[in-house]
């Protein structure tokens, strides 16, 4: 609710208050008369400009080194080169529009290769989450209205009334005549959508962190002076963590280039440190890529996420021989191949073998649970089961015979059958579901392991369908 | 090579070569398999740990190399600290590595989307020094990618093994090809010790040593890995009486 000369008027509305018709610049008076009760709050710009500061902070830790907040009600993300921390750019928009919709903020979030694109797609496409292929630009943005441009809503009237409707109008006309009657702004705006001319955003530093920070007199331009010069900022960032007995787990290099771009290089410890070789194991080969344009003019290097890391005594003399330290290499091959593809896998309680194994962080502190060692387990395990064409008497002979992948396989010697029955706690299709499952081995000695869906009597059980399931070594 | 009387003169040839070798300066000790037969194949007693290593599988095993992955598992059972295991196509079934001895808090799996990657995450896991061994499902090993590994290896003291799997019967033919490893296995299943009564037997397993530096070819007929990762010289060889347990299989109903 804020105030103009015709008294209390609507600045925002909710989801639900909209859809009854209600809208940004009525009057106070004119709502109440239509819907009668009302729930109404006071404007109070100062508050929603801190409370998106502290939003933007989230997102800072949570998701990007750059993020700035675009007043009255946006942010600005790039996650160039942080996306691949939470599974590519689709899972984090959808993560950070399901964290946003947990706090009830009914968030409309775009990725796109600028910020223009995604401001106007974001904000006038309607849809909650939306993804804007690299290259895909002006295809996406042709068909919404001018304002979507970040253009005054006078500017975008004016637009109209000679017919420009749509950015993709305004992407054809000529820009010579457009520039005499509009002035620059409307070329300037699509240029910064479509990428065609910079678009600055001014990151915000997130008051607790520790970072370093150097301003270069000369652009720096060969690699090896910018190696030289981030093993320098990660020695001195590496200093003030150990003066606050803290380990990073996850820094940030950001390098802004002569004309004002800047570019984000965000990389993750398995284990908190602060070892200069560490951080420069990880930033050395990610710097040789980055695009240096007409130099780099400055370096900022933060700690992102640390956690208190105190110093041990290393050896005494009764203490056993050390276990060496796995953390430096799980970084590399983090970095290498991402997080969800380095795990350990440990044991589950549950007799259903794909429910019995877990994936979990390397680092993780082993749990108690093993399997059986009675049960034999195939070395190999085929996900999904493939089916198979068995002969075999039921209900609870082993196959006589058997056809994979087209090779008909006689059965010579057979074990079993191991029953397994479904885990009602997990749900309906589990509730009657039998597998009995039998290991095989055929004339050359290669053993598999099969299974039949169902008891072998009533059909309630399963579908009386063969397949493999596991290879056995 | 028949396995040998003691010869002092070539001992001492053998210990001039090694010594004027290109990079073998390091004697960082071997990995017995505690059955002699095999072990006195090789001249230092049992498996080099500084080198690199090729297993594959024999037969129908070329493909998913079931047998072989078992055969280093147990190998590794034996070996103290971390294990990592890289591979591309993540169907390995890890409670099958517990039973051949290899606890799983030990193994690491690190997924690499292609073999360029994996054979890099293969090397950079040989050259930490720090862990019982590296296990890497290969398809394609040359020559220069196995004399890296055969370095990185050897300065590290951790022994390597490309666990060779292909994804067709017409790939499997690189197996012939030279590599620099130390030694190369075939591993394939043959049928199980018998059993008195019906049910499936201990597994057994022909396991051909092709290859080895410094050494001779043999094979040998095994019982699978034990719980402890294990071999066992098979009864059929020594010629005694099986020794596997008939399994107490019924119905868990």
């Known amino acids: 609710m804020g105030r103009d000369v015709r008294g209390r008027i609507i600045q925002a509305a909710s989801r639900q208050a909209l859809l009854a018709g209600?809208?940004?610049?009525?009057?106070?008076?004119?709502?109440?008369?239509?819907?009668?009760?009302?729930?109404?709050?006071?404007?109070?710009?100062?508050?929603?400009?801190?409370?998106?500061?502290?939003?933007?902070?989230?997102?800072?830790?949570?998701?990007?080194?750059?993020?700035?907040?675009?007043?009255?009600?946006?942010?600005?993300?790039?996650?160039?080169?942080?996306?691949?921390?939470?599974?590519?750019?689709?899972?984090?928009?959808?993560?950070?529009?399901?964290?946003?919709?947990?706090?009830?903020?009914?968030?409309?979030?775009c990725v796109a290769d600028t910020w223009g694109a995604a401001?106007?797609?974001?904000?006038?496409?309607?849809?909650?989450?939306?993804?804007?292929?690299?290259?895909?630009?002006?295809?996406?943005?042709?068909?919404?209205?001018?304002?979507?441009?970040?253009?005054?809503?006078?500017?975008?009237?004016?637009?109209?009334?000679?017919?420009?409707?749509?950015?993709?109008?305004?992407?054809?006309?000529?820009?010579?005549?457009?520039?005499?009657?509009?002035?620059?702004?409307?070329?300037?705006?699509?240029?910064?959508?479509?990428g065609r001319r910079p678009d600055l955003i001014?990151?915000?530093?997130?008051?607790?962190?520790?970072?370093?920070?150097?301003?270069?007199?000369?652009?720096?331009?060969?690699?090896?002076?910018?190696?030289?010069?981030?093993?320098?900022?990660?020695r001195s960032l590496c200093e003030a963590l150990e003066r606050r007995s803290l380990g990073a787990l996850e820094i940030d290099l950001l390098t802004n280039a002569v004309g004002g771009e800047w570019n984000a290089l965000r990389v993750g410890f398995s284990s908190p440190t602060r070892h200069p070789e560490r951080f420069m194991r990880l930033l050395k080969d990610r710097l040789q890529n980055t695009d240096r344009g007409f130099g780099i003019e400055r370096l900022h290097l933060s700690a992102s996420r640390s956690t208190p890391l105190i110093a041990q005594q290393c050896e005494t003399l009764t203490s056993s021989p050390q276990v060496p330290d796995i953390g430096p290499l799980l970084d590399v091959l983090e970095a290498r191949t991402g997080k969800q593809r380095l795990y350990r896998i440990q044991a589950v309680e549950s007799d259903c073998p794909e429910r019995s194994v877990e994936?979990?962080?390397?680092?993780?502190?082993?749990?108690?649970?093993?399997?059986?060692?009675?049960?034999?387990?195939?070395?190999?395990?085929?996900?999904?089961?493939?089916?198979?064409?068995?002969?075999?008497?039921?209900?609870?002979?082993?196959?006589?015979?058997?056809?994979?992948?087209?090779?008909?396989?006689?059965?010579?010697?057979?074990?079993?059958?191991?029953?397994?029955?479904?885990?009602?706690?997990?749900?309906?299709?589990?509730?009657?579901?039998?597998?009995?499952?039998?290991?095989?081995?055929?004339?050359?000695?290669?053993?598999?392991?099969l299974f039949r869906e169902g008891d072998g009597v009533s059909l309630e059980t399963g579908s009386h369908r063969w397949f493999l399931h596991g290879i056995f070594g | 090579m028949p396995p040998s009387l003691p010869r002092p003169a070539l001992d001492d040839l053998r210990a001039r070569i090694a010594r004027i070798g290109p990079v073998g300066q390091r004697a960082t000790g071997v990995l017995p398999f505690g059955v002699p037969d095999i072990d006195r194949r090789f001249p230092e007693g049992g498996l080099?740990?500084?080198?690199?290593?090729?297993?594959?599988?024999?037969?129908?095993?070329?493909?998913?190399?079931?047998?072989a992955a078992l055969f280093v598992a147990g190998?590794?059972?034996?070996?103290?600290?971390?294990?990592?295991?890289?591979l591309t196509r993540p169907d390995l079934f890890a409670?099958?590595?517990a039973q051949a001895g290899l606890d799983a808090d030990r193994v690491i799996y690190v997924e690499a989307e292609r073999e360029a990657a994996l054979l890099t995450c293969f090397e950079d896991s040989l050259r930490h020094g720090g862990l019982g061994g590296?296990?890497?499902?290969?398809?394609?090993?040359?020559?220069?990618?196995?004399?890296?590994?055969?370095?990185?290896?050897?300065?590290?003291?951790?022994?390597?093994?490309?666990?060779?799997?292909?994804?067709?019967?017409?790939d499997a033919t690189d197996f012939g090809h030279p590599t620099a490893a130390l030694t190369r296995w075939r591993i394939s299943a043959l049928p199980s010790t018998p059993l008195e009564g019906a049910g499936i037997g201990r597994a057994r397993w022909l396991v051909e040593l092709i290859r080895q530096r410094n050494g001779g070819s043999a094979d040998f007929i095994v019982e699978a890995c034990d719980a402890t990762g294990r071999l066992g010289l098979s009864s059929n060889m020594a010629g005694r009486p099986a020794v596997a347990t008939p399994r107490d299989k019924q119905a868990s109903a």
């Open chain 1, 22 to 109: 209600l809208r940004p610049g009525m009057s106070l008076a004119h709502a109440s008369a239509i819907f009668g009760q009302l729930t109404h709050y006071e404007f109070d710009p100062a508050e929603d400009a801190a409370a998106l500061e502290r939003l933007a902070q989230w997102a800072l830790r949570r998701y990007s080194p750059i993020v700035m907040p675009d007043p009255p009600a946006g942010l600005v993300i790039d996650i160039t080169g942080a996306s691949h921390l939470h599974g590519g750019e689709t899972d984090l928009v959808t993560d950070l529009r399901r964290r946003l919709l947990n706090s009830r903020i009914d968030a409309h979030v």
């Open chain 1, 202 to 234: 001014t990151p915000i530093q997130a008051p607790e962190r520790i970072e370093v920070d150097h301003h270069f007199s000369d652009p720096i331009l060969t690699s090896d002076i910018l190696l030289q010069e981030v093993e320098r900022l990660s």
């Open chain 2, 48 to 67: 080099p740990l500084s080198g690199l290593h090729e297993v594959a599988g024999g037969g129908p095993g070329t493909l998913h190399a079931a047998a």
């Open chain 1, 359 to 449: 994936r979990v962080s390397p680092l993780e502190p082993p749990n108690r649970a093993r399997w059986d060692p009675r049960w034999p387990r195939p070395a190999r395990l085929l996900e999904p089961p493939d089916p198979i064409e068995t002969i075999a008497l039921l209900p609870d002979q082993p196959p006589v015979q058997f056809t994979w992948k087209g090779v008909r396989r006689r059965v010579l010697r057979a074990d079993g059958p191991e029953r397994i029955h479904g885990e009602w706690i997990r749900g309906q299709d589990d509730w009657m579901s039998v597998r009995d499952y039998f290991s095989v081995e055929d004339e050359t000695g290669e053993r598999y392991w």
């Open chain 2, 95 to 97: 409670p099958a590595l």
């Open chain 1, 119 to 194: 401001h106007a797609v974001a904000r006038f496409s309607g849809q909650g989450v939306f993804c804007i292929p690299s290259g895909g630009t002006p295809e996406a943005l042709g068909s919404l209205p001018t304002e979507a441009l970040r253009l005054d809503p006078d500017l975008a009237d004016g637009l109209r009334r000679v017919g420009l409707e749509t950015i993709g109008d305004l992407m054809t006309t000529p820009r010579g005549p457009l520039e005499l009657r509009f002035g620059p702004e409307p070329g300037r705006r699509l240029d910064q959508a479509l």
């Open chain 2, 75 to 86: 190998v590794m059972a034996r070996s103290a600290g971390h294990v990592i295991w890289c």
């Open chain 2, 134 to 170: 590296v296990v890497a499902e290969v398809a394609k090993l040359s020559m220069v990618a196995s004399r890296r590994l055969q370095l990185a290896a050897e300065a590290s003291g951790t022994p390597g093994f490309a666990l060779r799997r292909w994804r067709r019967h017409a």
